[in-house]
């Protein structure tokens, strides 16, 4: 029998995986390929209509309320989940597809929001599901689920971003991470702090990440919520990919001042 959890809100108020995220992760949940082409040999790859293929979007946006995990550092282990206390939101949002955990809206998603017919904001199944708590896993439908936003972006950039690699010989860190990215969630009644009223039950991994608050472990004897240590650029300070939204966010976090001529 399904059961449901939580309320909806009333209105108004990375085959590529994400390998993030939620956020995500994750941060977790901006890959959008290009057209793949195909090329016959010794000649140049044949980059026309006819050869390419329709892959799905590896992110889709969404508006309205959504669980959001970028700032929870002290996810509890529960066997092979963390239980992360999450933020309640209300803004536009990003969903990694690969990263869906509802097989239906994942299947109906990957085959309406693709490359070549992108969906629009809100247009996506998954976008819906989420919107009207329709969102099920394991049969348990649920009213809250954990997305990607930039709420606070720039305060977590000065928060000095660490790779963070388990196989380099002396790491001292945290073996483990959460991936929060379209994690299913349920509201806290009593929650430790009053602005993570909603606990995400995110998928654990073990490769490297980038930790956050210029550390590899989490708070608490916890451990954090974040992203694959591929999916972040530290010299540049930025997504190695394209994530949607994230030209304006990253201009509007950058200090008041004219940027270097480039050389002529």
């Not at 959460?178 to 702090?193: F, I, L």
């Amino acid at each position: 029998m399904e059961s449901r959890q939580g309320e909806v809100p009333q209105e108004g108020g990375k085959t590529m995986r994400f390998r993030l995220a939620a956020f995500t992760y994750m941060a977790w949940i901006a890959m959008c390929c290009g057209p793949i082409c195909q090329a016959e040999a010794g000649n140049k790859p044949d980059c026309s209509t006819r050869h390419v293929v329709d892959a799905p979007q590896d992110f889709v946006v969404c508006t309205g309320w959504h669980a959001l995990c970028s700032a929870s550092y002290d996810c509890r282990m529960n066997g092979d989940k963390a239980d992360c206390d999450c933020l309640r939101v209300n803004e536009t949002h990003i969903v990694a597809t690969a990263e869906i955990q509802d097989a239906a809206v994942k299947r109906l998603t990957l085959a309406e929001c693709t490359n070549k017919h992108p969906c629009e904001p809100d247009q996506a199944p998954v976008c819906k599901a989420i919107k009207y708590g329709l969102y099920r896993v394991d049969h348990v439908r649920y009213t809250w689920v954990s997305t990607y936003s930039y709420r606070g972006w720039c305060d977590l950039l000065k928060q000095k971003l660490t790779a963070c690699d388990q196989t380099v010989p002396g790491y001292s860190g945290d073996q483990y991470w959460a991936v929060c990215d379209v994690a299913p969630c349920t509201e806290n009644p009593n929650p430790s702090d009053p602005e993570k009223p909603l606990t995400c039950q995110c998928r654990v991994r073990d490769e490297p990440f980038v930790g956050m608050n210029d550390s590899c472990s989490g708070l608490n004897g916890g451990i954090m919520s974040s992203m694959p240590l591929w999916a972040w650029d530290f010299r540049n300070n930025t997504y190695p990919f394209p994530m949607p939204g994230y030209e304006y966010v990253q201009g509007a976090c950058a200090p008041v001042k004219s940027d270097p001529v480039p050389p002529r």
